[in-house]
C-alpha cells in the first residue's frame, strides 16, 4: 500500500459574502477534489481537543495520529526539532515572531501583522542578529542563557538553557500566539505568569523586558528603514509565545510499521516530521505564501512514493491568506492545490493499481489511499484560527461511500462520518477495511 496526506493548512473556513454565501473551499475550482469526493469518503474530524487552542501544532499532531493531551509539550520545541537545536530535558523554548505594530493614529497599540509583512529569510536574519548583539550589550545579566535562532521568515526559536540550574522557570507562564490577536491592543495579552510565585514572576518579567528592549530598538534598524520606504511593514517588534520542553513521541514507524517523508515550507510540520522519524523532502522555491512552488511540492510527493510509504504534502498558503483576510488569494491557494498538488499526487496514486490479496497466503499488494485535510479553520472574517471539526476526504482502496458529496465543510459536517478525537484519524486512514498483510 503506498499512502499520500496533503494539508491545505487552514483551508476551511465559514461562508464568505463577497462568495455569494460560499467558503473558499466551496468558490475554488476544484475538479481533482470533486473526483475524488464522488469515489471516495467525505467527513469531519476533531483535531483541536478540548482545553487547547485551534493552532497548526496542535491539530496537525492530531491528524497525523499524535494526541496532543499525551504528546504535546509547547508549540516552540516542534519548531526547534526542525532547525536541530540540541535541547535538554530542562530547557525551555519559545516561538519568537517578527511582527509589526502600529505606532500612530488609529493603528496605535495596535498588532498589525504576525509576520512583520511577510519578511524575507535574509532581512529577517540580519534583525535577528542585530538584535541578540543589542541585548547583549544592554541587558548582559539578562542574557545569561538565553539563544536566539533564527528560523524561516518571520519566525525564530528563543532557548533558556538556564531552567537545569534552577534560574528560571515557565511552568505557570501564559502566552498568547500573535496571530490570534489582529488589529487588537498588543499590550493587554502580553506575556504573564498565572501564579503569583517570585520565580514564575521574574518568568514572566524576563520575557516581557526582551520585549520591550526590541520595541525600543527595532523601529530604527537599517532593515525597517528600508521596508518603510518601500512601502513594506517593518519589523518594529517582536512577539515571544508558544513554550514548552521538549516532546517524547515515539517515531511513526513504530506506532504504524510505516516509512515517511514530508514536503512543507514551515518549520513547525518539519519539526513534527523530524520527530516522528520522517525524511523532510528539500523543494526549492517553497514558501508560506501565494508564491509557493505548488507544482516543485507535488513533483517532489510524487517521486517521493516511489522510496516511502507515506507522503505528506503540507501547504501553507491557504492559512496566511486567511490570516490577511484575503479571500481572493485563498481561493486561488486552493485552486493551485488542487490543479498542481492534488491531481499530480492522485495520478501517481493510481499507478499502483488496486488492492490484491493472495487467497491462500493472505498476502497483499497494489493498493493506495489518499488523505485531504486542512489542519484547522482559517477565518477570513476574523483573520483568525477556528476549533470547528475540519472537513477530511479520504479515496482509494476499499474506500467507498453510499452517498455521494463534495469536499466542503457542509457536507462534511452533515456526514455520518466523524472522527473524534482526530488523532484516531490516521489509523483509520491507514488500516480501515485493510487486512493486516496490506499494512506496509
Not at 473526483?35 to 467527513?43: C, D, I, K
Not at 479571500?327 to 499507478?351: F, N, S, Y
Not at 488496486?354 to 477565518?379: K, M, Q
Request: net charge negative; with cysteine; proline share 6%.
Amino acid at each position: 500500500m503506498k499512502y499520500a496526506v496533503i494539508i491545505p493548512d487552514g483551508a476551511a473556513d465559514l461562508p464568505i459574502d463577497e462568495l455569494g454565501g460560499r467558503t473558499p473551499l466551496e468558490a475554488a475550482r476544484t475538479p481533482h477534489l470533486d473526483r475524488l469526493a464522488r469515489v471516495g469518503r467525505v467527513g469531519c474530524a476533531v483535531t483541536t481537543p478540548p482545553g487547547f487552542l485551534a493552532g497548526s501544532d496542535v491539530c496537525s499532531m492530531s491528524l497525523l495520529g499524535y494526541d496532543p493531551r499525551r504528546y504535546h509539550t509547547g508549540r516552540a520545541p516542534l519548531e526547534a526539532a526542525a532547525l536541530g537545536l540540541q535541547l535538554g530535558v530542562h530547557d525551555w523554548i519559545f516561538r519568537v515572531n517578527l511582527v509589526t505594530v502600529g505606532t500612530r493614529g488609529d493603528d496605535d497599540g495596535l498588532m498589525i501583522d504576525h509576520s512583520a509583512g511577510a519578511i524575507g529569510d535574509s532581512e529577517a536574519r540580519e534583525i535577528v542578529t542585530d538584535l541578540v548583539d543589542h541585548w547583549e550589550q544592554t541587558l548582559s545579566a539578562t542574557m545569561a542563557g538565553l539563544e536566539l535562532t533564527p528560523g524561516v521568515s518571520y519566525r525564530n526559536i528563543l532557548v533558556d538553557r538556564s531552567a537545569a540550574q534552577g534560574h528560571r522557570d515557565y511552568a505557570g507562564l501564559v502566552t498568547v500566539p500573535p496571530h490570534e490577536i489582529p488589529r487588537r491592543p498588543w499590550a493587554e495579552h502580553l506575556p504573564r505568569a498565572a501564579g503569583r510565585d517570585d520565580v514564575l514572576e521574574s518568568g514572566a518579567d524576563l520575557i516581557n523586558r526582551l520585549m520591550e528592549s526590541a520595541r525600543r530598538y527595532l523601529p530604527d534598524h537599517p532593515v525597517n528603514r528600508s521596508r518603510m520606504a518601500a512601502g513594506e511593514r517593518p519589523a518594529n517588534m517582536i512577539w515571544i509565545w508558544g513554550q514548552g520542553t521538549r516532546p517524547a513521541m515515539p517515531t511513526f514507524e513504530d506506532r504504524f510499521g510505516l516509512r515517511g517523508a514530508m514536503t512543507t515550507a514551515v518549520d513547525l510540520l518539519a519539526g513534527i516530521a523530524a520527530l516522528i522519524g520522517w525524511k523532510k523532502l528539500d523543494v526549492p522555491g517553497v514558501s508560506s505564501y501565494h508564491d509557493n512552488n505548488y507544482e516543485g511540492q507535488g513533483l517532489a510527493t510524487v517521486e517521493a512514493l516511489d522510496d516511502f510509504d507515506v507522503v505528506c504534502c503540507h501547504v501553507e498558503s491557504p492559512d496566511e491568506a486567511g490570516h490577511q483576510g484575503d479571500w481572493r488569494t485563498k481561493v486561488a491557494a486552493i485552486e493551485a492545490i488542487d490543479a498542481q498538488v492534488v491531481g499530480p499526487i492522485a495520478a501517481k496514486l493510481e499507478e499502483f493499481g488496486e488492492l490484491v490479496s493472495d487467497p491462500r497466503t493472505g498476502a497483499a499488494s497494489g493498493g493506495w489511499r489518499l488523505l485531504v485535510i486542512p489542519d484547522h479553520y482559517t477565518l477570513v472574517s476574523t483573520r483568525k484560527h477556528d476549533p470547528t471539526p475540519v472537513p477530511f476526504l479520504m479515496a482509494g482502496s476499499n474506500v467507498r461511500s453510499a452517498v455521494e458529496r463534495t469536499f466542503s465543510e457542509r457536507d462534511a459536517i452533515g456526514s455520518d462520518l466523524r472522527v473524534d478525537p482526530g488523532a484516531d484519524l490516521m489509523e483509520y486512514f491507514l488500516r480501515s477495511g485493510i487486512g493486516v498483510g496490506a499494512w506496509r
